[in-house]
């Protein structure tokens, strides 16, 4: 097996049980100690109570991992952005010098498909970013998803980024995106965006069939689950939107680029909205895990 199993995941895998991946660059890069720590043990916990094996997906020591001990979480939870970033390119640079990394949206998907997991919870997926017709920062995510046969549920994707673009990019790859119960494309921390989801299924048995008539049919990639934050946690589009103005301005004049735009935006909108993107965050996180541990259970039953 290319990836090392925790015995728990093990045995789901085997038994084709419900299984919910869950990517650690969320840990180490997008939330700051100690909330992260209790994100990573809490989501874990959602994904059981719904009745699925969580996985939390990450490279340890040169090893491509799914299930992390409590000890290994705390670990990414505690050394947190000095871990490295790792997308699907840097996959094989840190297994060949036996290093430690952090899987984002795309190299989680990778691993997992890898591993025989089909469905994953994350926070939001990275996309295209603003001015991206300038500066082409559009996330591997994308990509990603033309390729691993893994559903995805995220809560959109964040404001931070360009929409159209990213929705656009996804139509190119060939992706599926299906809101959750809603007709609206959700945008992170709102439940709104102004922007249509492509398509719309209402349960998680819906979703399984269709995950199953895609793969089925060797329709390679995989499928963005758009799951709007519940109405009690989210941040209006009109309150968050000066603040991301305001956190992009400072990535801008700071220079920041590349993989660190994600996570600098993260901890600035955090620092200027005094901690509140930050649990709307985390509740969008658990959010996720509940309906992928559903999308998980549905499609081990179908
Ligand atoms: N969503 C969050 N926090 C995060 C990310 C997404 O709420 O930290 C991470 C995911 O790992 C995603 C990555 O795959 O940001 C995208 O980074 P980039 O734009 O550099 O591809
Ligand atoms: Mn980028």
Do not use: C
């Amino acid at each position: 097996m290319k990836v090392h199993l925790t015995e728990t995941v093990r045995r789901a895998v085997t038994s084709g049980a419900p299984i919910v991946a869950l990517e650690s660059t969320i840990i180490a890069h997008g939330m700051p100690f100690p909330q992260n720590l209790e994100m990573a043990r809490e989501v874990e916990e959602v994904v059981r109570r719904g009745g699925a094996v969580p996985a939390t997906i990450a490279i340890i020591n040169g090893e491509l991992r799914a299930g992390l001990s409590t000890d290994e979480l705390a670990h990414f939870a505690k050394t947190g952005p000095s871990i490295m970033k790792v997308s699907t390119r840097d996959i094989p640079y840190v297994v060949a010098r036996k290093d430690t990394g952090a899987t984002t949206v795309a190299s989680t998907m990778r691993i997992a498909a890898m591993a025989g997991i089909r469905v994953f919870a994350t926070g939001g997926i990275g996309g295209a970013h603003r001015e991206a017709n300038d500066t082409f920062d559009i996330s591997n995510d994308l990509h990603e998803f033309a390729i691993s046969d893994v559903a995805v549920v995220t809560a959109g994707a964040k404001a931070i980024l360009d929409l159209p673009i990213t929705l656009e990019v996804l139509e190119t790859n060939g992706v599926p995106v299906v809101g959750f119960g809603t007709s609206e494309f959700p945008a992170f921390y709102s439940r709104q965006s102004g922007l249509a989801a492509p398509m719309r299924l209402d349960t998680a048995a819906e979703f399984a069939a269709m995950m199953k008539a895609k793969w089925s049919l060797g329709l390679t990639g995989g499928v963005v689950v758009a799951n709007p934050i519940p109405q009690a946690d989210e941040i209006p589009a009109a309150e968050i939107t000066p603040h991301i103005t305001r956190a992009l301005a400072e990535a801008k004049q700071q220079g920041v680029a590349g993989k660190n735009v994600t996570p600098f935006l993260l901890k600035h909108l955090n620092e200027i909205t005094e901690g509140r993107s930050l649990k709307a965050n985390i509740a969008l996180v658990m959010n996720n895990a509940r309906v992928a541990a559903d999308i998980a259970v549905a499609y081990a039953r179908a």
